[in-house]
């Protein structure tokens, strides 16, 4: 038997190899001073695994190693080769090569073997003739007669060891036929079958046969259940419904390693749906899908289809939100035309971003408005120095026209302060309402020149009188209207009207209440 360190590239081999035999049955992998075949390379353990050449077949053993010893992809603790593989010791491959020496020696231990089970059936057969002959000798015989029975031949330890070992496998394989006798003892019997088979492999076990008609019995209905458990993505039934089928087995056949290999990918989709979803990480979503298999996971075109249109959502949206924030509402509300065609792949982060985009191009539009009309009482009462270039541009345009008017407006302030009344309390009648309302207005402007504290605070205390004021007014024709007395309504606010804003929310109310009461309304201001 002969081990040959493969190229990790390539595959390869290289000019390292090893030979376990008879007379060198026994090596220690490693890259330790007690390894016999040393493998320097940082992902092998100083004492990794074990080789022992037995009768033309090779044991390999894991010595718990941290990389472990790979097979086919899967990680073995042991495993018996008899025919030319390749595993993985941490990342180096070895490939086991099958010499025809391996071959002839296991050969003849297939033959002492039949020799051994031949000579025990010889020796049995000698010892019921003995005994029978005995039985009938005659009674009269003398008790002092010598007789001497013919000894079966007394095989040597190892030969003794083995036949012991035989004989506990047809023990296991017989209580296993016993229990397949029994209903829903199955899983039992596969087990002993399993147990008599690795214990002691010998031609005439019985235990083949029956482990394979257990497969053929139970493979079908669990590979179907298997299905319907990722058909509801229940992939801890899945894997748990594997488990059942796969105790019926030596190792991982062909058809075991796909089906496990169908319940990874497909716990691998949906854990991608689950990422599209919530809007997780499209990069390491593509990465998923292209490591799926179409023939494997029902589904995956589709998803790829509607990652890709998620991806253009994705870059479509952030074009919105470059397009608002650099002052092109109009482009932006054009692009807004094909949100239609987005709506069924756009996830929470990608909506977010969408209604936040379109509710700055609604502000950005009502800041520029009041700026192109001078309309600095509504303006005062926004965000309107919004660190935004063509937003600061329109504002020191504003504040360019006013710039002229400071005094004027400070000295108004002043005035119609005077005129409101005790601003502790709220106003008194019209007047007063109406001389805070100018007062506000004047320190808006103010405030639009010079955002800082001292002309803020006295143009809220004068808007808030002033809203007060409008609300006190709406709750009594209100209560006019409820007792159907329009008439005195229309003469209140026929003079108070033109007093209002149409672009102050604190005066809608009155503006709506005149529509109800079918007064024409004024040119508002």
């Known amino acids: 038997m002969r081990i040959i360190r493969l190229n990790p590239d390539t595959r390869e081999p290289t000019a390292e190899s090893w030979t376990l035999d008879a007379r060198r049955p026994d090596a220690l992998i490693g890259r330790g001073e007690k390894a016999t075949i040393l493998l320097d390379d940082p992902s092998v353990s100083q004492e990794h695994a074990r080789a022992v050449w037995q009768h033309g077949s090779l044991l390999l053993m894991d010595y718990g190693s941290i990389n472990g010893v790979t097979l086919r992809n899967r990680r073995i603790r042991r495993a018996e080769f008899r025919r030319d593989e390749v595993v993985m010791v941490g990342a180096v491959p070895l490939q086991i090569r099958v010499e025809p020496a391996d071959r002839a020696a ?203 249109r998620m991806l253009e959502a994705a870059a479509w949206v952030e074009k919105i939100v470059e397009t608002v924030d650099s002052g092109k509402l109009d482009e932006a509300d054009a692009m807004l035309a094909r949100e239609p065609d987005y709506a069924d792949v756009m996830h929470g982060d990608m909506l977010d971003d969408l209604a936040a985009a379109k509710f700055r191009a609604f502000a950005y539009c009502e800041l520029l408005g009041l700026m192109a009309s001078g309309n600095t009482y509504v303006l005062a009462s926004r965000d309107f120095d919004i660190p935004v270039p063509f937003i600061q541009s329109a504002l020191e345009t504003l504040r360019g026209k006013l710039r002229g008017q400071a005094g004027e407006f400070r000295a108004r302030a002043e005035e119609s302060a005077a005129r409101a009344g005790d601003l502790a309390e709220p106003p008194a009648d019209d007047a007063e309402a109406i001389a805070s309302r100018d007062a506000a207005h004047a320190w808006a402007a103010l405030y639009i020149l010079d ?75």
């Open 106 to 308: 296991w050969s003849r231990m297939l033959a002492m073997r039949a020799a051994l089970l031949v000579l025990a059936v010889v020796a049995l057969v000698v010892v019921l003739q003995v005994a029978r002959e005995l039985n009938a000798a005659p009674e009269a015989a003398s008790e002092e007669a010598e007789f001497t029975p013919l000894q079966p031949p007394v095989p040597d330890e190892a030969t003794q060891q083995e036949y012991e070992r035989m004989l506990e496998s047809h023990r296991l394989t017989t209580e296993a036929e016993s229990l397949l006798m029994q209903p829903d003892r199955d899983a039992e019997a596969a087990d002993l079958l399993i147990r008599s088979i690795r214990n002691y492999d010998y031609p005439a076990n019985r235990a083949h046969t029956m482990l394979e008609g257990l497969q053929a019995k139970h493979y079908r209905p669990a590979a179907d259940k298997i299905r319907a458990d990722m058909d509801r993505a229940d992939f801890a039934a899945a894997e748990a419904d594997y488990r059942e089928i796969a105790a019926y087995y030596l190792d991982e056949p062909d058809e075991l390693r796909a089906l496990h290999d169908a319940i990874d990918q497909n716990r691998r989709f949906n854990d991608a749906l689950e990422m599209m979803r919530e809007g997780e990480d499209p990069d390491g979503v593509r990465d998923i899908l292209d490591s799926l298999d179409e023939t494997v996971v029902p589904g995956l075109a589709d998803a790829k289809a509607r990652l890709a």
């Open 451 to 525: 955002p800082t504290p001292e002309n803020k605070r006295p143009c809220e205390t004068h808007r808030d009188r002033w809203n007060d004021y409008l609300g006190r007014l709406e709750r009594r024709l209100r209560s006019y209207e409820s007792k159907g007395a329009n008439d005195e309504i229309r003469a209140i606010l026929a003079s108070f009207l033109p007093e209002l804003d149409a672009g102050d929310p604190a005066c809608a109310p009155l503006f709506l209440l005149a529509e109800r009461v079918r007064l024409e309304l004024p040119g508002t201001p």
